[in-house]
């Protein structure tokens, strides 16, 4: 069984800044593209970004360049770096996985981390 553990949510000023953690740990898998999603107050969830086992990097149009996906294959360990984050920008932010292992390849989610961005 694989989990995936979010970390680095919270509450941050307009304009300021949050790093988001993923960590994928079990037993014998491999993990395919990773990304963050996120769900915004009464609408469905939503891709934020995803990176590839070779690092080709995909982007929300919403990003504006404002965040960054990156990825430690080491460590199982995917980030997004948030820059100069807006009110609109508050949600659930989930990390989701494509694995493999053993022929059999599946999707798992994190439990979600909360970001708020208020002043």
């Known amino acids: 069984q694989v989990q995936l553990v979010e970390s680095g949510g919270g509450l941050v000023q307009p304009g300021g800044s949050l790093r988001l953690s993923c960590a994928a740990s079990?037993?014998?898998?491999?993990?395919?593209?990773m990304g963050w999603y996120r769900r915004l107050p009464g609408k469905q969830r939503e891709l934020v970004a995803a990176i590839s086992s070779g690092g080709t990097t995909h982007y929300a149009d919403s990003d504006q360049g404002r965040f960054t996906i990156s990825r430690d294959n080491a460590k199982n360990t995917v980030y997004l770096q948030m820059n100069s984050l807006k009110p609109e920008d508050t949600a659930v932010y989930y990390c989701?996985?494509?694995?493999?292992?053993?022929?059999?390849?599946?999707?798992?989610w994190g439990q979600g981390t909360q970001v708020t961005v208020s002043s």
């Open positions: 989701n996985a494509v694995l493999f292992s053993s022929g059999r390849r599946w999707t798992d």
């Open positions: 079990g037993s014998s898998f491999g993990i395919e593209t």
